[in-house]
């Protein structure tokens, strides 16, 4: 098992950047992809980003392409999610997820661990 805790979320303005952070510990990290992941309020959680064991492979939801980077610090256990020019439907909790031991998934189902969340607020 992994745990995860995610930080870095807040509020910021419509066209500002964040960059939410997630430390993981537990099973060796450098293993497996990592994800993250929002649920905006009524909605369900969907999939962000993705990036594989070793950073070399990643996905972005077609609403993020452009302006969300993903990376992840093997050395240090920690995946990131840089958020630029960010918009009000971007306003969601942010978790960061770690896969079932695959090195490279876009799957849902296959992101057994999760963070407890860390909320990101788009406004004006």
């Known amino acids: 098992q992994v745990q995860l805790v995610e930080s870095g979320g807040g509020v910021v303005q419509p066209g500002g950047s964040l960059r939410l952070s997630c430390a993981a510990s537990?099973?060796?990290?450098?293993?497996?992809?990592m994800g993250w992941f929002r649920q905006a309020p009524g909605k369900e959680r969907e999939l962000v980003a993705v990036i594989g064991s070793t950073g070399s492979l990643t996905y972005y939801a077609d609403s993020v392409k452009g302006r969300f980077t993903i990376s992840r610090d093997n050395a240090k256990n920690r995946v990131y999610l840089q958020m630029n020019s960010l918009k009000p439907e971007d306003t969601a909790t942010y978790y960061c997820?770690?896969?079932?031991?695959?090195?490279?998934?876009?799957?849902?189902?296959?992101?057994?661990?999760w963070g407890q969340g860390t909320q990101t607020t788009v406004s004006s």
């Open positions: 997820a770690a896969a079932n031991g695959l090195a490279y998934t876009t799957r849902k189902e296959n992101f057994r661990d």
């Open positions: 537990g099973r060796t990290f450098s293993w497996y992809a």
